[in-house]
């Protein structure tokens, strides 16, 4: 009597290796690395996969490996500014180098460190931290693994000696603010800055410096602990004629934000930029149509994922094929100011 092969039922890795008519060490080579094996032999067995509906196991060739081919993306919010346009374009050129790409969408909760250690579990070559800042057991933790791990967002002094650190220049995005300030005599800026945002320091150190270089009051920022969006935006002009009744220039960090106060002093009756001037630093969508244009310092983003790709080629000694402009901020013109 023929023995019943006990399991799940699913198609397996030997299954596979016996319709390509290779050994089922070369097919688990292949998914690993697909360089190791030619481009007719590779295409046979993705063909066998698809006709098997094989799924690979993951976590069992990362152990059976001392490196992986994973790299690990976290961020707090998939909604965090920039972070659409870096992960794109970081996705496309880690999948043409041979990376897996595994995306995780973490707070600060301690639910969601519980489940990082999990996805750490799975042995990534690398983790790429966008606007997020991990407690000290955690950097501790990526540091004993020998997990190495490049960071977009703001410089900590507890980050992992490992650790490389890319950072918008926001410095030149508020000095261009700065001169646009000075030629129009702005005398009361506002701040609007998501307050969980992990670029906040940053930004409010440059903003600080900025004011008190033109001899303008410091600390004029209002946070938002809100998911920014345009109604978010929308609520917050009533908050400023309560708090900040002075104000005659608002700028913000989210371009919803930003949208959302013009909406609102729209339906207020408050003209823009006359009585209110209103400046996005951030992602602005130079291609908008059914909008009118913000006013703002447009943050390049995909000069920045560039810079991030470099930093992770430099991490994983390989060589780098991208080039990033030179060229860190730009001024777009509107009609918000």
Not at 70 to 82: A, H, Q, W
Not at 238 to 244: A, M
Not at 287 to 316: F, P, Y
Request: aromatic share 8%; proline share 4%.
């Amino acid at each position: 009597m023929e023995r019943k092969r006990r399991g799940t039922g699913k198609s397996t890795l030997s299954d596979v290796a016996k319709f390509v008519g290779v050994s089922s060490m070369t097919v688990s080579r292949a998914l690993r690395d697909p360089t190791k094996v030619s481009e007719s032999l590779l295409k046979k067995i993705q063909e066998a996969i698809k006709e098997f509906g094989y799924i690979p196991n993951n976590a069992a060739q990362t152990l059976a490996s001392a490196s992986s081919r994973l790299i690990l993306f976290v961020t707090p919010r998939l909604g965090s500014s920039g972070f659409q346009t870096i992960y794109h374009h970081m996705k496309l050129s880690l999948k043409k180098m041979g990376f897996h790409v595994l995306l995780a969408e973490l707070n600060n909760k301690q639910a969601d460190y519980d489940s990082l250690s999990t996805f750490i579990s799975y042995n990534p070559v690398l983790v790429i931290k966008f606007d997020i800042q991990f407690t000290s057991e955690l950097n501790d933790y990526l540091t004993k693994s020998k997990i190495l791990s490049v960071s977009i967002g703001h410089t900590v002094n507890d980050s992992p000696q490992s650790e490389t650190m890319i950072t918008p220049d926001f410095k030149a995005a508020f000095e261009l603010i700065a001169y646009k300030i000075a030629s129009k005599e702005y005398r009361n800026p506002l701040l609007i800055l998501h307050g969980e945002e992990s670029f906040s320091q940053d930004i409010i150190r440059s903003w600080d410096r900025m004011l008190l270089a033109h001899d303008l009051s410091p600390n004029r920022v209002h946070p938002i602990y809100l998911a920014p969006s345009v109604m978010v935006g929308f609520d917050v002009l009533k908050e400023l004629q309560t708090s900040f009744t002075d104000t005659d220039l608002v700028v913000t960090s989210d371009e919803n934000l930003a949208y959302g106060i013009w909406f609102a002093c729209r339906d207020a009756g408050i003209a823009v930029p006359a009585q209110l001037a209103i400046v996005c630093v951030g992602q602005l969508d130079l291609t908008q149509s059914g909008r009118s244009k913000l006013s703002g310092v447009h943050i390049r983003w995909d000069n920045l994922a560039a810079q991030a790709m470099e930093a992770v080629c430099e991490s994983l000694e390989l060589p780098s094929k991208t080039k990033t402009n030179t060229i860190p901020v730009e001024w777009i013109s509107g009609e918000s100011y």
